[in-house]
């Protein structure tokens, strides 16, 4: 777990729900990525999964854009990565089957957008209810839709942030999972405030999938566990 932030200091986040003290109680969890750009949030998932931060494997990428950035992240990293052409899709269902299928044959338990952009319809949110998590560069209900860091410059404020949420078919409105401040600073441009919400980004989405895994596939397993019955 990341260690607990420093509130006084500025250039910190404060992160909610705040770290646990101690590891959270899961299996380990199967992920799907999607991805159409940079690939940053791609990295950090498979870095945290790697390096024991979080108990998964990230099992699979699905890509929109063959020249993007997670393509080439997916190549370096080991990953198996899928183009999928959403122009081949005239209807975006159409598209979300493909992603269904992908995704299954790769037995993914939680499927993550990390800079998908597109929108998906209730055919991909069906396939994996209360599954399937998205990373948003704003304080959510804020500054929904693109170009949320923008949107956040010209409102003014003061804090800005990133959220973790699970997708529903309202864009950017599903139940929030984990959501990290950062601070406005005097003079900062997109650019410079985007970079500090996307260290925030890297930190919050691991921890996300950590606890829907506690919440969802830990159900499971009490559920379908051994029967102490039989000893
Ligand atoms: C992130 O800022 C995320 O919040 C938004 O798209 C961006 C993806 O960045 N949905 P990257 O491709 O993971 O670097």
Do not use: K
């Amino acid at each position: 777990m990341p260690a607990s932030p420093d509130a006084s200091d500025p250039g910190v986040s404060v992160q909610w729900p705040l770290p646990q003290p101690g590891p959270l109680e899961y299996p380990p969890v199967r992920l799907g990525v999607m991805a159409s750009g940079n690939g940053s949030n791609f990295e950090a998932l498979v870095r945290a999964c790697r390096q024991g931060t979080l108990r998964a494997s990230v099992d699979c990428l699905v890509v929109n854009r063959a020249g993007c950035g997670a393509r080439d992240r997916a190549a370096r990293l080991g990953v198996p990565c899928h183009w999928v052409d959403h122009r081949l899709h005239p209807e975006r269902e159409g598209l979300d089957r493909e992603l269904i299928r992908l995704f299954r044959a790769s037995c993914v338990d939680l499927v993550v957008m990390a800079g998908w952009m597109r929108i998906v319809t209730p055919v991909l949110i069906a396939a994996y209810p209360d599954r399937l998590l998205n990373i948003h560069p704003s304080l959510l209900p804020s500054f929904r839709g693109m170009d949320a860091v923008g949107q956040a410059l010209a409102a003014g404020v003061t804090l800005a942030g990133c959220t973790a949420h699970l997708v529903r078919a309202e864009v950017d409105a599903g139940p929030i999972l984990v959501q990290a401040a950062v601070p406005v600073l005097e003079g900062d441009s997109r650019e410079s405030l985007a970079a500090r919400i996307q260290v925030q980004e890297h930190r919050i989405l691991p921890l996300a999938v950590a606890l829907l895994g506690a919440r969802l596939l830990g159900a499971r397993l009490r559920t379908s566990g051994p029967d102490p019955a039989q000893g």
